[in-house]
């Protein structure tokens, strides 16, 4: 038997490692390690030890986790690595390599994107980095398995990096429930969602072509793997049954709606159990509307939604393809079904002028929709978008502490001849602002209050759009 010590190590207060834009985030929210307890439930499922420290969202101190993993005496160590954080990461993976003795390994999308970059900026203080899926990965590492015969790994050996052949994709069916029992629910708030929540993960990979979008091109592929809608259900069953207090699920699957059947089997399989749930879920606007309904009596209450943008023009540039019919009909169907809608827009795709990125501002107050974020497209190595970017020269800088304002903030690192990254930045703000101080905004916010839990993530996120709209970012 083997100890595994998974660490999301400390790097900045209110830093969020497991979204999307890994940063200290405008609604300062922070997200579940679904994928990373997900792969330590492998590792246990195997008849290892497991140990896991959110230093992260908890932020912990130093000399804490250093005594935890001391007392824990770890024979592998996982940390999943982010671009901003990356040369943290590495410290910290010294750190414990030091301490300990352990097998040193990184995972995420950042990693996966630049291995030999990673082995060469990490001075020995990385043995493994296993690309894409890790779950299975970490098992054979824990096994005690010879690094060579491991697919999906690259390893430093003599102080020549290795790389092992990518492993096939998982079947999403053999994956057990994420190993919850090491957080609470609590430790990650968010604006939006009932408080407490947890999220849950119903498939893997993406059918899309977004050009921005990392999980596809870099970790799950483009191709959709669902579980079967039995399982997702047990899963949410085991989920308030391990903490009863849940207000909400949140299915963090990237396309959940993707599949109508799936979507279909999940809700009726809700109902034939007769559960009374609260469910959010991420969406695209050309699922089928018709599924509204079914999806508002199985307990769907909240949906994120990728509008993206206010133009055919730049939905196109990205790959999106999507259209705007589309997204008006979309939120006029959620709104007619009593679904709540989540919102999410970007400024600087291909091509975006201040023109076009006024007309996605004023796009975004024109369609009912109850929150909104807006982001200044910010590109991530091994995506499409990233690769045009350093060919075409608007990519502002290839230094990885770069990626975040001072404050530790999510900004684009992006400019255009019609666009500077300042102007960029100034529209993010001005979208924000525009859309959440309206009167009738904040009436619709206010309407939608129906439990304790929306009273606290409402006065979670009014407090935590003050500490943005107030705070430096210079």
């Keep these: 038997m083997s100890r595994v010590l998974f660490l999301s190590p400390p790097f900045v207060e209110g830093f969020t490692r497991n979204a999307r834009w890994a940063a200290k985030s ?26 896991y420290i959110e230093g992260t969202a908890l932020d912990i101190p130093e000399a804490d986790i250093l005594k935890q993993a001391k007392e824990f005496s770890p024979d592998v ?36 994107a630049t291995v030999d970059n990673t082995f060469e900026i990490s001075n020995g203080a990385v043995d493994v980095v296993a690309r894409g899926e890790y779950d299975y990965q970490l098992k054979d590492m824990a096994d005690s398995r010879p690094l060579a015969e491991i697919n999906g790994i690259s390893y430093l050996e003599d102080n020549k ?62 191709k959709l793997r669902n579980r ?59 699922c089928k509307p018709e599924l509204f309904p079914l999806m508002k009596r199985a307990g769907f209450r909240w949906l994120n939604v990728g509008f993206e943008f ?4 730049q939905l196109k540039a990205v790959k999106k393809g999507t259209s705007i019919e589309q997204s008006i009909r979309f939120a006029r169907a959620a709104k007619k079904a009593g679904l709540k809608v989540h919102g999410c827009f970007m400024i600087g795709a291909p091509g975006e002028t201040r023109e076009s990125a006024i007309k996605t501002i004023k796009f975004a107050k024109s369609i009912p929709m109850d929150t909104i ?34 404050a530790k903030e999510q900004i684009t690192n992006l400019k255009y001849n019609n666009l500077t990254t300042a102007e960029i930045n100034e529209l993010v703000d001005r979208g924000l602002k525009e859309f ?6 904040m009436w619709r916010i206010a309407q939608g209050i129906r439990t304790w839990g929306d009273v606290k993530s409402k006065f979670y996120g009014f407090l935590k759009f003050l500490d943005y709209t107030t705070g430096s970012k210079s």
């Excluded at 959440?436 to 905004?441: A, H, I, K, N």
């Design 26 to 51: 405008r609604g300062r929210v922070q997200r579940h390690p679904d994928y990373l307890l997900t792969a330590a439930a492998v590792v246990e499922k195997g008849g290892h030890e497991v140990k």
């Design 77 to 112: 160590l996982v940390i999943l690595a982010t671009t901003p954080s990356i040369y943290n990461d590495i410290e910290w993976a010294d750190k414990l390599k030091q301490v300990t003795g352990c097998l040193t390994v990184l995972v995420g999308q950042h990693v996966s």
């Design 161 to 222: 990096v290795c790389h092992n052949p990518d492993a096939p994709p998982i079947d999403v069916n053999e994956l057990p429930f994420p190993a919850w029992h090491h957080i609470q629910p609590e430790w990650y708030p968010a604006f939006g969602k009932r408080s407490p929540y947890l999220t849950l993960i119903s498939g893997r990979g993406c059918n899309n072509l977004c050009t921005f979008c990392r999980d596809p091109q870099i970790m799950y592929g483009r």
């Design 228 to 286: 079967d809608p039995r399982l997702v259900v047990d899963e949410i069953e085991y989920d308030y049954k391990l903490f009863p207090n849940l207000a909400e699920i949140m299915i963090e699957t990237d396309t959940f709606t993707a599949s109508p059947k799936h979507v279909q089997g999940v809700c009726e399989e809700i109902l034939r159990r007769n559960l009374k749930i609260s469910i959010s879920t991420n969406a695209r606007v050309d």
């Design 310 to 313: 206010g133009t055919d023009e």
């Design 373 to 406: 974020q807006f982001t200044g497209i910010t590109v991530y190595p091994g995506t499409e978008m990233y690769d045009q970017a350093k060919k075409e020269g608007y990519l502002i800088t290839n230094d990885w502490t770069e990626w975040l304002n001072p």
């Design 436 to 441: 959440y101080l309206r009167p009738s905004q």
